[in-house]
């Protein structure tokens, strides 16, 4: 995949988001569906990415944990918050990165391989972030928020499959994103216009960000990899929308 072919498919995740977001009750238990999906597809492409030298464990590892993440903020008892779940699955990704060395029959580039995963197993989990963003904000009502910041990162990565170079198709796809999350916040929610734009700022530069770190990589361009390439700016806004959730009153 080149460019041109990997954001549109960050771009139509982020827009699966948005629609799981709208669709009620059940909308928690679809956006752990796709964010199942995202933790599958980081886990494929993830050791090709980074070039690791064990890919087989590797993929088991980041891949397993973001579904498990997904699976403990939906099935974790009460007296478990689903953010001490993520906190708990985290660590166990890092006690398993570790495992997965200290089982492998070679032993080169043992740093390489360990902190990679482990940057992986982070990648991940953190995706759950959207589930925790999406229950609460159908509990309080405003699930526009979580539509909103995924239209604009679907917005972002939709613009930077633009022919264009590097810096001017940043800033652009920055800005459109940040208009796109601005409208459907202010609209949906009623946010007030400058906030809706902080955030949509916000979402636009982060999902752009970790786009152009992990298109940065050597073998970024080829089919596997650009599988991470797409699903890893998804994965990590969801940080994004679960602050704005909590934050906003």
Same mark, same amino acid.
């Given at each position: ?31 752990? !569906? ?25 993929? @088991? ?8 993440? +997904? ?22 990704? @890092? ?29 991940? !989990?953190? !995706? ?7 229950? +609460? ?58 906030? +809706? ?30 599988? +991470?390439?797409? !699903? ?18």
């Amino acid at each position: 995949m080149t460019v041109p072919e990997r954001a549109p498919l960050g771009a139509a995740l982020a827009l699966l988001l948005a629609v799981v977001s709208l669709t009620g009750p059940l909308s928690p238990l679809l956006m752990a !569906a796709s964010v199942a999906l995202l933790a599958l597809l980081i886990g494929i492409a993830w050791p090709e990415l980074l070039e690791l030298p064990s890919p087989g464990g590797t993929r @088991v590892v980041v891949a397993g944990i973001g579904i498990l993440g +997904a699976l403990v903020t939906v099935l974790a008892p009460e007296r478990i918050t689903p953010i001490t779940g993520v906190v708990m699955v985290c660590a166990t990704g @890092v006690f398993a990165a570790f495992v997965h060395e200290m089982v492998r029959p070679e032993r080169r580039d043992l740093t390489a391989s360990l902190t990679g995963t482990v940057a992986g197993v982070f990648v991940a !989990a953190i !995706a759950a972030c959207w589930i925790i963003a999406q229950s +609460a904000a159908v509990a309080a009502g405003s699930t526009g928020v979580v539509t909103s910041i995924a239209a604009g990162l679907a917005a972002t990565l939709l613009v930077n499959s633009a022919p264009l170079p590097s810096l001017p198709r940043f800033v652009l796809s920055a800005l459109i994103g940040a208009g796109v999350t601005m409208a459907l916040a202010a609209t949906l929610v009623g946010l007030w216009p400058a906030l +809706a734009a902080g955030i949509g700022l916000v979402t636009a530069i982060g999902g752009g960000c970790a786009h152009l770190l992990t298109g940065s990589s050597l073998v970024a361009k080829e089919p596997v990899p650009s599988l +991470a390439v797409a !699903a890893v700016p998804v994965a990590t806004v969801g940080v994004v929308a679960h602050l704005v959730v909590v934050l906003l009153p």
